[in-house]
């Protein structure tokens, strides 16, 4: 298996720090509001991510972030007359609901901020004893200077980054160094604070994650991932916060997804193109957004529009379709194994796992994955129109149901149905079909309608008819 790394911008074979154990980290949100589609996507790709490890066998132990303490948090908190507290606690449980309505499993850990600060300040305190860092008012600064391989991962140089005064360089006449970044900032009035060796205050946004991360995976871990727009400054900073405190390399590989554009636009509110998750669940189900993301290779920008949206919930209709089709044929076919001819088909049907595999092994490419799925679905339907024994459409659904599941995309559950309705769906198929044998074809037509008008679907199958919502 490879993986793209940042690192050395180049595709490398993963190997793991311990046999058969994966120790993976991603930077969660900052909890002040709904989660847009632009954090959506790193929620679902590093979940495929950890979903196809642990279908490899590997023990993944994930760990994921909320940053609870910000100056969004506390600018919300004080807008609606609250706290930062009952802020971040909110739009936790949102991002929460969001998350599950994505399939996405929840990490092995869900660590928050503020229950991190004292191990934050020993790690601030440990950079200071250590040279790499320095205070000023109340102010700590990391000094880049001393830290020779910064830059390491964005390949910025830091002269340049000062000549073009970047805005992810803050100017500050206190740092030595105009790269230089906050670890900890003193108390502004009215905000929360915490109390330190340098007087009351709170971090700095970067040294959070490396404890965080050191915390719960150790000094030295597997995968650090994120949004690409975390390369710099922030996946940079932490390097030289950790590397310098633990002095041992932080993470093996770094692994970045690309942008979400709207309609070909940089997403933003001052465009009226910026969409939360929450903004277009009501418009598709959670389900559609995930495989809209896993319709493209994460590295690669994608762009967010109705029309894309629309074909991908086209796309996905034709795999629950398709294994809709296999359970009924399943549940009507007369019991039979396989004929001659279809056991010589099975190596058929092991080579779309193989294919899957082989996309997912070469940088966990989802898009060329999903591609065979729709292969294997094509597969499916002519087997099935073809009269496959009952043993042969038990494979290919097995097959059909192991793939989807690795992508999250296949618990491909039916809509519940209640057992009134179905009883008051099937009566009316019951009474379609008497109408069809007394050849009443306008009264068989208008049941057909009805069923239609309540959003079912009836097919006529040789195993009797076949119904689903949708």
Not at 104 to 129: F, G, N, Q, S, W
Not at 220 to 235: C, K, Q, R, S, Y
Not at 261 to 270: C, G, Y
Request: proline share 3%; aromatic share 10%; glycine share 6%.
């Amino acid at each position: 298996m490879k993986v793209y790394n940042t690192l050395t911008r180049q595709k490398e074979e993963f190997v793991p720090l311990e046999e058969g154990k994966v120790k993976m980290y991603v930077c969660g949100p900052t909890v002040y509001d709904y989660i847009h589609i632009g954090n959506a996507r790193p929620y679902v790709v590093f979940d495929t991510v950890r979903r196809y490890l642990e279908y490899k066998g590997y023990e993944v132990t994930y760990v994921q972030n909320f940053t609870d303490v910000d100056d969004k948090i506390i600018n919300r908190a004080n807008k609606e007359n609250s706290t930062m507290q009952e802020i971040s606690n909110r739009y936790i449980q949102e991002a929460f609901h969001d998350a599950d309505g994505l399939n996405v499993k929840r990490a092995t850990v869900h660590p928050r901020v503020t229950e991190e600060m004292d191990l934050i300040i020993e790690m601030v305190k440990d950079l200071i004893d250590k040279g790499f860092a320095y205070e000023d008012k109340g102010t700590v600064y990391y000094n880049t200077k001393k830290f020779p391989e910064y830059g390491k991962l964005s390949r910025k140089n830091l002269d340049e980054l000062i000549a073009g005064g970047s805005e992810r360089v803050s100017v500050d006449d206190a740092k030595k160094n105009p790269t230089d970044f906050v670890l900890w900032k003193p108390k502004k009035e009215g905000e929360p604070s915490w109390t330190s060796p340098w007087g009351e205050g709170r971090p700095g946004w970067h040294i959070e994650c490396s404890v965080m991360a050191k915390h719960h995976l150790g000094e030295h871990i597997d995968i650090h991932a994120g949004g690409e727009d975390l390369v710099f400054p922030h996946h940079e900073n932490e390097i030289a916060q950790s590397e310098a405190c633990n002095g041992c390399q932080f993470a093996k590989y770094w692994l970045h997804n690309g942008f979400i554009t709207v309609d070909n636009e940089k997403m933003s509110k001052s465009l009226g193109n910026f969409f939360t998750v929450r903004d277009i669940a009501a418009q598709f189900p959670y389900e559609v957004i995930r495989f809209f993301i896993l319709n493209g290779h994460y590295r690669s920008p994608i762009n967010f529009s109705r029309d894309l949206m629309q074909a991908c919930q086209n796309g996905l209709e034709r795999i629950k379709n398709a294994r809709k089709e296999l359970a009924f044929f399943i549940e009507n076919a007369p019991v039979g194994t396989m004929s001659e001819e279809e056991k010589s088909q099975v190596k058929d049907l092991e080579s779309y796992k193989d294919q899957f595999e082989a996309a997912m092994d070469d940088d966990f490419n989802t898009a060329d994955a999903v591609s065979v799925i729709y292969e294997l679905v094509r597969f499916s339907n002519i087997a099935v129109k073809a009269g496959a024994s009952k043993e042969y459409a038990s494979k290919i659904q097995d097959m059909l149901d192991h793939l989807c599941r690795v992508l999250g995309i296949a618990e491909l559950s039916e809509d519940s149905i209640s057992d009134e309705e179905t009883a008051k769906i099937e009566a009316l198929i019951a009474k379609r079909n008497e109408a069809k044998k007394a050849k009443d074809f306008s009264a068989a037509d208008a049941i057909r309608e009805e069923l239609t008008a309540m959003g079912i679907t009836i097919k006529d199958t040789r195993q009797g008819v076949q119904w689903f919502r949708g």
